[in-house]
């Protein structure tokens, strides 16, 4: 679940074989088995603490990333097939602070699996109701609309965090990006808040509230490179003045 929101303009490396019917399907295909690292991470976390296979909701949040994959993955190929040729990628100019982000995400991710494993699926300390469920849901699929618009749009959402002078940087002023300047990040956070309903398990919001807190961390951080480094961004963070929260912040 790695992600940076980076501005950059339209790339110019596509051409019409790429939006072909067989070549979005290779994109396809090639970035649901890398983006199937997440829910398999899911299976071998969240179930052993579970400590058992049985447990429908660890199921269900498994299933739910499984079906964002694949109503993503055919309109991020169709729309912007670079991003998925880029963003696999292993990358060495990665800004030294995404290194920190990194561990710190990953570390905040693993331990929302523990905690939700063993509240939800092991000792329901939560005991939440059946009621929270559909809330649950609903805030997962909310929370992709952004994060999809984002990713077909902006051809330069790069794994890591970087100044991709190699592709030609042009800041996005389009899309979901006419109302705040990271729109990948607002439908993450969105998400985030679903998936402890989605489980059972309020505990897991401990975890999941240290990873909403390194994607804001992250998003300043961003902000202060894009600022510095890209040209034309100042400019569009005069005119969209919300990072995170439309009309608020």
């Not at 051409?15 to 019917?21: A, F, I, M, Q, V």
């Not at 295909?29 to 052993?48: E, K, S």
């Not at 991020?76 to 982000?101: G, H, M, Q, S």
């Not at 991710?109 to 509240?119: E, H, K, P, Y």
């Amino acid at each position: 679940m790695r992600h940076a929101d980076d501005h950059s303009g339209l790339d110019s490396g596509t051409t019409p074989h790429d939006r072909s019917p067989a070549a979005i399907l290779h994109l396809v295909l090639t970035g649901a088995a890398r983006a199937l690292v997440l829910p398999t991470l899911m299976l071998l976390v969240l179930f052993p603490a579970a400590g058992r296979l049985d447990w429908g909701r660890g199921w269900l949040l498994a299933g739910l990333f499984l079906l964002m994959l694949l109503i993503n993955l055919p309109i991020v190929a169709r729309r912007n097939p670079v991003l998925l040729r880029e963003r696999f990628k292993n990358r060495t100019d990665t800004k030294p602070y995404d290194r920190v982000f990194t561990i710190g995400y990953t570390a905040g991710l693993i331990a929302f699996l523990v905690v939700g494993g063993l509240d939800g699926g092991r000792f329901g300390w939560s005991n939440l109701s059946d009621g929270w469920l559909a809330a649950g849901i609903a805030l997962f699929f909310l929370g992709d609309l952004p994060l999809v618009l984002a990713l077909a749009e902006n051809p330069h959402l790069e794994t890591s965090v970087r100044i991709q002078s190699d592709r030609g940087h042009r800041v996005v002023t389009t899309g979901p990006y006419r109302v705040v300047r990271h729109p990948m990040y607002v439908g993450l956070i969105v998400s985030f808040a679903g998936m402890p309903l989605v489980l059972g398990s309020l505990w897991s919001y401990l975890p999941m509230a240290f990873m909403t807190a390194m994607l804001v961390w992250r998003t300043a951080r961003e902000d202060e490179t894009l600022r510095r480094e890209l040209e034309g961004y100042e400019a569009y963070a005069a005119r969209t003045r919300y990072r995170l929260l439309p009309f608020v912040w």
